[in-house]
């Protein structure tokens, strides 16, 4: 049986264009058991405050966003390019549920800090 070798088999193109599909980026992050709750740490670097949105959903904390690259407008072309420019999502699971707890949040020189202190029983 010959074989059509005048165009490469369908999945050859699937398979490359899967590795060129943008992929939403995970931020890394810390967790950490403190006296009084959890603080949750991210490292965020180049993402503006007002690009970030945080939500909690049972036991997850959610945190998406959007990294935008801003000198991008004054370049012609790329040379090498290493950190992720888009959309990312982070999801931290913990042990009790989060839907009730006194959460706040600080953003400094890139890091966004979380703390969550366990709803207070009345």
Known sequence: MARDTSRPPQSFFTEAARGFAPQPWQPSADVYRTQDGWLVKLDLAGVRPEDLHLAVQGRRLIVQGTRRDASVHECRCSYQLEIAYSQ???????????????????????????????????
């Open 88 to 122: 990312f999502e982070r999801s931290v699971e913990l042990p009790y549920n989060l839907e009730q707890a006194h959460i706040t949040s600080e953003y400094r020189d890139g890091m966004l800090m979380i703390r969550i202190h366990a709803a207070t029983r009345g």
